[in-house]
């Protein structure tokens, strides 16, 4: 079901997303590689008994398979259909924000009008009743609050972030979670493949260990971990910095494009402001349920309910 979306993308953003992702593979594998090759040659590492080096490569390919499992989750998904608000009809009315540069402001909008939500539920996208800035110019389609049109994709995406080239598809409402935890179990694999590597290094820069190590081992050692480092080094920094950042955004409860706007004042006027506070932002973004606390670590789209009074302001799900 996952990979229905993705039949249906053009050609050649499938050839792109399958170049990445081989890409992606490639780059994990000889790092993830390196560090299996340094785990079962360090002849004095602490976790050369077999339960430890067990343990270590057990950790290691797990969160190496949990970054491929988010990442492809990532790239095959929907990113957020926009009809999937319209069937949301019960809470229309009821969806309120406010308004960047007015603190305190009354909430605004946006309950639709009733022949919208009429046309809404009939399926018929009758936009002409709508205000000018709700109907998509390219897809003639309503676009709810939060939503945007990928210039690249070509369609409308609900609470759409950004679209994102390394998995050549949208980061919106459905796939913002595994998102994040492709970030996060990246970082993850890089700090457990980078403590691998640099005790590796350390034990074999010992001239007595050296000789323990097979000289094809050495060979080997000296062209993979060199290059690993490299991955290593710039995915923390980069993978780092971005995770940081989204962090960041769901703690103010922003999409990229919305920071983007708020930072401009100038240029874009009236943000919606979705901000109501770091603890509900969270709850919104990673759900509230009991079931979402246990589903936290998988790339699985939260129930996003929140509290009752403002949940639904997170996204129109
Ligand atoms: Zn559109
Ligand atoms: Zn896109």
Not at 41 to 70: E, H, K, N, T, Y
Not at 126 to 152: E, G, M, N, W, Y
Not at 177 to 187: D, G, I, M, R
Not at 307 to 316: A, K
Request: proline share 5%.
């Amino acid at each position: 079901m996952i990979m229905s979306d993705f039949c249906e993308r053009p050609e050649a953003m499938q050839g792109e997303s399958i170049c990445f992702a081989v890409l992606v593979i490639g780059l994990v594998l000889v790092v993830g590689g390196t560090a299996t090759l340094c785990l079962s040659s360090d002849p004095v590492a602490p976790w050369q008994s077999a339960v430890a080096s067990r343990r270590w490569l057990a950790a290691v390919w797990g969160v190496i398979g949990m970054q491929f499992l988010c990442y492809f989750v990532t790239m095959l998904s929907h990113p957020g259909r926009v009809n999937e608000w319209e069937k949301d009809k019960e809470e229309r009315p009821t969806q309120s924000l406010t308004l960047a540069g007015a603190p305190g402001a009354a909430p605004v909008l946006s309950a639709l009008p009733a022949a919208a939500a009429a046309a809404a539920s009939s399926g018929v996208q009758d936009t002409s009743h709508l205000p000018h800035d709700q109907v998509c110019k390219h897809c003639k389609v309503h676009k709810p609050p939060r939503a945007h049109h990928c210039s690249i994709c070509e369609r409308c995406v609900s609470r759409m972030d950004h679209h994102c080239g390394w998995v050549s598809n949208c980061i919106g409402m459905n796939n913002h979670k595994a998102f994040v935890l492709f970030l996060f179990y990246t970082v993850s694999a890089c700090v457990l493949c980078g403590i691998v590597l640099v005790r590796f290094l350390a034990h074999l820069s010992k001239p007595k260990m050296h000789r323990l190590v097979s000289k094809r081992v050495v060979v080997a050692c000296s062209f993979l971990v060199p290059v690993s480092s490299i991955i290593i080094l710039v995915s923390t920094v980069f993978v780092g910095g971005l995770f940081g950042w989204n962090l960041y955004l769901i703690a103010v409860n922003q999409t990229t494009i919305e920071n983007m706007k708020l930072s401009n004042p100038g240029k874009y006027k009236n943000v919606p402001v979705y901000d109501v506070g770091v603890q509900e932002n969270v709850r919104q973004f990673c759900g509230a349920s009991w079931l979402d606390c246990f589903t936290l670590l998988l790339p699985i789209r939260s129930s996003r309910r929140g509290s009752s009074s403002t949940g639904r302001v997170y996204s129109p799900v």
